[in-house]
Nanobody, 117 residues
């Protein structure tokens, strides 16, 4: 089993930056891909993909964050990061980290990001 715990959320200003972290523990040697989803507070809003990184270092981003967000992974620290720059109010959401291993996805509890002046 793998546990993932997010941190680093909070209040950011439009145009500013925040960095999210996701610490993995447990059977981390089985993890291949890790990534982030987010869910905005609007009623009926679905959880949407943000970014992912494979064990080989390949990355993929949603069009809405491409060029502004950067995903990275510190294998030695078993930690995933999401550097968020040029923040926009529409980035406001609960951000969820996940870890994939052999067809199983483990989710964190989420961390709130609010972008407002």
């Amino acid at each position: 089993q793998v546990q993932v715990v997010e941190s680093g959320g909070g209040l950011g200003q439009p145009g500013g930056s925040l960095r999210l972290s996701c610490a993995a523990s447990g059977s981390i040697f089985r993890i291949n891909t890790m990534g982030w989803y987010r869910q905005a507070p609007a009623p009926g809003k679905q959880r949407e993909f943000v970014a992912l990184i494979t064990s080989g270092g390949s990355t993929n981003y949603a069009d809405s964050v491409k060029g502004r967000f950067t995903i990275s992974r510190d294998i030695a620290k078993s930690t995933l990061y999401l550097q968020m720059n040029s923040l926009k109010p529409e980035d406001t959401a609960v951000y969820y980290c996940y870890a994939d291993r052999s067809g199983t996805r483990d989710w964190g509890q989420g961390t709130q990001v609010t972008v407002s002046s």
